[in-house]
């Protein structure tokens, strides 16, 4: 299992390297240690919906998966699902635990 906010640390040490203006949705399926971007995502949509759904969709029936993605010009969110529940947290680009 990895928790919100160890996928938040995660997050942050890929954004510290790369930058956040062009941060895409990210997906972690931990039980295969696969991650996957989102790529060519118009600018122009809610974020939330459409990064859920591909995160979803690309899930090996129902595994616990996380998926991070700007929510803000300094933010991201981390939406955790796993046996069917979900948890979200909202964090700062700049915020260090």
């Known amino acids: 299992m ?3 906010q160890q996928f938040a ?3 942050r040490r890929v ?3 790369d930058g956040f203006d ?3 949705p ?3 399926y931990p039980a295969r240690k696969h991650i996957v971007v989102l790529e060519g995502c118009p600018d122009d949509v809610e974020l939330e919906p459409v990064a859920v759904s591909w995160a979803t ?3 090996v029936a129902n595994e616990e998966f996380l998926v991070a993605f700007k929510v803000g010009n300094e933010s991201f969110k981390v939406i955790r699902m796993s046996s069917g529940e979900r948890e979200e947290a909202i964090f700062h680009v700049s915020d260090a635990e």
């Open 9 to 11: 640390e995660i997050t």
């Open 15 to 17: 954004i510290a390297r």
């Open 26 to 28: 990210t997906a972690l």
């Open 22 to 24: 062009d941060y895409l």
């Open 57 to 59: 969709k690309n899930a």
């Open 2 to 4: 990895v928790s919100v």
